[in-house]
C-alpha cells in the first residue's frame, strides 16, 4: 500500500478512501478532512515543521498559524485553540486563526490568536502530540519564536499564554500548565483532562505531577452531560470519571479550578465558547501585567464565587457553608452568574450589542466590509441596507450543528468551516449605472443589532 501527499498530510490511500466515502467513521466525530490551507498573508503568519524521527521529538508535522491584530505594537500575551485527536480534528486546526470570536478575545488584551493542526493519522497514537512532553510543548515554543520573527513580534516568544483545548486538546493545554505555569495565565479544558497519577486502565499514558505553583492558574473543566455525568455508559463515558479525580486532585490542595458541565451535550463543543470566552477575559484581565516584561498577576484572593462541581448554584466564597476545597472556584460575581446559566441551558446571558461594521466598500455591485465580533456572543449573521431599506442577510439561513448558528458556521472542534466564509454580498438586483448607498449591520446570536455602518464609499478603481 503506498502513501500519497495530500497538501502537506501523509495519508495512505485506504484512509483516504473511507474519510472521503464514509466521513461518519472518522472517530474524531469530524466531517470528511479538508485539504486546503487558508491564506496566511498579514495579518495571518504560518509556520510548519516535518515530524521528527528523533526519540522525546515530535513525531507528527504541525502547522502553527497565528493572528496578529494589526493596530497592536507591541503583544501582552497569546491565546491558543488546540483542537482534538483525530485527522479530522487536526485538520479541523487550519481555521482556527481566523475565528472572529476568538479574535475579538485575543484583541480585546492585545494578545495574538493561535491555532495549530497536527498532521495525526487517524490510526496514530494521540499521545503523540497531547502529551506536550512528547515533544509538542517545544515545538509550540520554537513555533512562537518563529513566528515572532515573521512578523515582527520577537516578544511571541516571551510573553503569557492562555489557552483552550478539546478533547487530546484539553490534555495537553493541562499539560501545559503543570509544564509550565509560570508561562500560563489560564486554562478551559474542553472534555480533556492530564492524569495525575496512573490509570491501569490506560497504562499509556504517563502521569504528570502537580506543583505547587501549578495552583494560581485559573483551569475549567468543561465535559459535557452525556460524556459520564448523566449519562453513564457509551463512547465517552470516561471523560467525567478522568475530569472529577483532576479537579479534586487540584482543588483539595488550594487551587483555582472549576467544572462547567455542559447540559447538553456529549464530546462536541456545543455553546461553550459563550462561557468559555468571557471567563478567560476576565482572567486575562486580572492576570496580565501592563508591562509585558513583568511576571503574570496572582488572581485577587476576594473575588472567588464557589460553587458545587455539578451543581447549579454559585455564592461568593464568603458566604459558602461546606467544605471550600470540595467546591469549584469561579473568578468573580459576573462569571458566577453566567456559569449558572450556562449549566442550566448554555443560554448565556448579554445585553450589550456587537460593534458596528466597518470600512464598507463598493466595487461595482459586490459590498465588502470589515468587522469586530462582539466578545459575549460573536456574530450571527449581517444585514445589508440599501439606500435605508432591507435588502439581505448575509447568510441568509446560519448553520451551526453543534450549537448556536454563526456565520461562519463551526465544527466539532469549534472551529470555522472551510471555505471560509467571505465578508461580502454582491447586490445582482442593482440596476446598472444606478448609484446606491449600503450600510451594513451586525447581528450578534442572542439577536442584538448594532448601529448601522457609516455609507459605503466606492473603491479608487472604480471612481
Known amino acids: 500500500m503506498t502513501s500519497i501527499d495530500f497538501s502537506g498530510f501523509r495519508f495512505r490511500r485506504l484512509i483516504v478512501f473511507l474519510a472521503t466515502v464514509l466521513p461518519a467513521l472518522p472517530l474524531s466525530g469530524q466531517e470528511a478532512p479538508y485539504d486546503v490551507f487558508p491564506d496566511a498573508a498579514p495579518p495571518y503568519y504560518r509556520v510548519r515543521y516535518e515530524g521528527s524521527t528523533t526519540p522525546g521529538e515530535l513525531q507528527f508535522s504541525v502547522n502553527y498559524t497565528i493572528w496578529i491584530p494589526p493596530e497592536v505594537k507591541q503583544l501582552r500575551g497569546v491565546v491558543v485553540h488546540q483542537h482534538g485527536c483525530g485527522e479530522g480534528s487536526c485538520k479541523s486546526g487550519l481555521t482556527g486563526a481566523y475565528d472572529l470570536h476568538w479574535q475579538a478575545l485575543a484583541r480585546r488584551h492585545d494578545c495574538a490568536l493561535l491555532a495549530p493542526s497536527y498532521e495525526q493519522p487517524q490510526s496514530a497514537d494521540c499521545q503523540l502530540w497531547c502529551d506536550p512532553r512528547n515533544g509538542s510543548g517545544a515545538a509550540f515554543q520554537r513555533g512562537l519564536v518563529d513566528l515572532g520573527e515573521k512578523s515582527g513580534h520577537p516578544e511571541l516568544g516571551e510573553v503569557p499564554w492562555a489557552l483552550w483545548g478539546h478533547s487530546g486538546g484539553g490534555h495537553w493545554a493541562g499539560g501545559m500548565v503543570l509544564l509550565h505555569p509560570e508561562r500560563v495565565a489560564a486554562a478551559w479544558l474542553r472534555s480533556g483532562v492530564p492524569l495525575l497519577e496512573p490509570n491501569p486502565e490506560r497504562p499509556t499514558i504517563k502521569a504528570h505531577s502537580l506543583p505547587a505553583s501549578a495552583l494560581a492558574v485559573p483551569m475549567?473543566?468543561?465535559?459535557?452531560?452525556?460524556?459520564?455525568?448523566?449519562?453513564?455508559?457509551?463512547?465517552?463515558?470516561?471523560?467525567?470519571?478522568?475530569?472529577?479525580?483532576?479537579?479534586?486532585?487540584?482543588?483539595?490542595?488550594?487551587?483555582?479550578?472549576?467544572?462547567?458541565?455542559?447540559?447538553?451535550?456529549?464530546?462536541?463543543?456545543?455553546?461553550?465558547?459563550?462561557?468559555?470566552?468571557?471567563?478567560?477575559?476576565?482572567?486575562?484581565?486580572?492576570?496580565?501585567?501592563?508591562?509585558?516584561?513583568?511576571?503574570?498577576?496572582?488572581?485577587?484572593?476576594?473575588?472567588?464565587?464557589?460553587?458545587?462541581?455539578?451543581?447549579?448554584?454559585?455564592?461568593?466564597?464568603?458566604?459558602?457553608?461546606?467544605?471550600?476545597?470540595e467546591a469549584g472556584w469561579l473568578p468573580g460575581a459576573d462569571v458566577a452568574r453566567l456559569w449558572m446559566q450556562y449549566v442550566k441551558d448554555t443560554q448565556v446571558a448579554d445585553a450589550t450589542p456587537p460593534p458596528a461594521p466597518n470600512a464598507v466598500r463598493l466595487d461595482g455591485n459586490r459590498l465588502t466590509w470589515d468587522t469586530v465580533a462582539d466578545l459575549e456572543s460573536g456574530l450571527a449573521h449581517f444585514i445589508i441596507q440599501r439606500d435605508g431599506r432591507f435588502l439581505a442577510r448575509v447568510p441568509e439561513d446560519g448553520k451551526n450543528r453543534f450549537g448556536r448558528p454563526v456565520f461562519q458556521n463551526l465544527q466539532y472542534s469549534d472551529t470555522p468551516t472551510q471555505p471560509l466564509v467571505p465578508l461580502q454580498f454582491t447586490d445582482s438586483q442593482a440596476e446598472p449605472g444606478a448609484e446606491h448607498v449600503y450600510r451594513v449591520i451586525a447581528v450578534n446570536t442572542v439577536g442584538l443589532k448594532s448601529k448601522p455602518s457609516h455609507p459605503s464609499q466606492q473603491v479608487a478603481a472604480d471612481r
Open 220 to 325: 475549567m473543566c468543561n465535559p459535557g452531560t452525556k460524556e459520564g455525568v448523566t449519562v453513564k455508559d457509551g463512547r465517552f463515558a470516561r471523560v467525567w470519571p478522568a475530569n472529577e479525580v483532576f479537579f479534586r486532585t487540584v482543588r483539595k490542595q488550594g487551587g483555582l479550578i472549576g467544572v462547567a458541565v455542559d447540559p447538553l451535550t456529549a464530546h462536541e463543543c456545543g455553546n461553550q465558547r459563550y462561557l468559555a470566552i468571557r471567563w478567560l477575559d476576565t482572567c486575562l484581565a486580572r492576570r496580565l501585567p501592563e508591562d509585558p516584561a513583568q511576571p503574570l498577576r496572582s488572581m485577587p484572593d476576594g473575588d472567588a464565587w464557589l460553587a458545587p462541581p455539578t451543581g447549579f448554584k454559585a455564592v461568593a466564597a464568603a458566604t459558602f457553608t461546606g467544605d471550600p476545597l
